[in-house]
């Protein structure tokens, strides 16, 4: 063997050494167990926060439901102010109609009463006329007043006719083409 590489003979009275200190934690540990107890924190806030972030967005989608359903229900109710709008003007025209056809009503039965009026007044001046006629005097002068009456009667016969004529009852109908 080669004499570069030679151990050392062991000695007989090896020196007694001391005696060795116990071995304490390397200084490295501190270090693994503040990384660790920073993990476990950001997991718990990170945690916490996804909960935060969570209920936001659940009271926006809420809100924003809520927005749609207000929507929605001022457009139904916009439309049934406008429906009752139409059905008042509807209403307030019908009304006029009926107010229009009751005052037309009003006259002709106004008109109906005066004619039967007047009807009754010709028909008892008529009758009293007779009647004088006949007790005044016999033959020619009754026949002269009966002649002069009915010719009186005649005349206000045709001057009332036309104006007759002329107005049309209301619910005589239109005519159709």
């Keep these: 063997m080669s004499d570069d590489f030679q151990f050392p003979e062991p000695e007989a009275d090896p020196q007694p050494t001391p005696a060795q200190p116990p071995k304490l934690r ?3 540990v501190l270090p ?12 718990v ?8 972030i969570d209920e936001q967005t659940a009271r926006a989608y809420q809100a924003m439901r809520m ?8 457009t139904r109710l916009e439309a049934d102010q406008k429906d009752a709008r139409r059905q008042a003007i509807g209403s307030s025209e019908k ?14 039965v106004t ?5 039967l009026a007047h009807l009754r007044d010709r ?9 004088a006629a006949l007790k005044s005097s016999k033959g020619k002068a009754l026949s002269k007043k009966l002649d002069r009456i009915l010719a009186r009667d005649g005349v206000l016969e045709r001057a009332e006719t036309p104006t007759a ?5 209301p619910d005589a109908g239109t005519r159709r083409r």
Aim: hydrophobic share 40%.
């Design 111 to 115: 008109d109906k009463d005066s004619a």
């Design 45 to 52: 806030v990170s945690l916490y926060a996804k909960k935060l």
């Design 95 to 108: 009304t006029d109609e009926l107010r229009a056809a009751n005052a037309r009503l009003t006259e002709q």
């Design 32 to 43: 693994w167990m503040v990384a660790g107890l920073t993990v476990v924190a950001l997991a």
């Design 67 to 74: 927005a749609d359903e207000y929507g929605s229900r001022a």
């Design 123 to 131: 028909h008892r001046q008529l009758v009293t006329d007779v009647r």
């Design 165 to 169: 004529l002329t107005t049309q009852s």
């Design 26 to 28: 390397s200084p490295v």
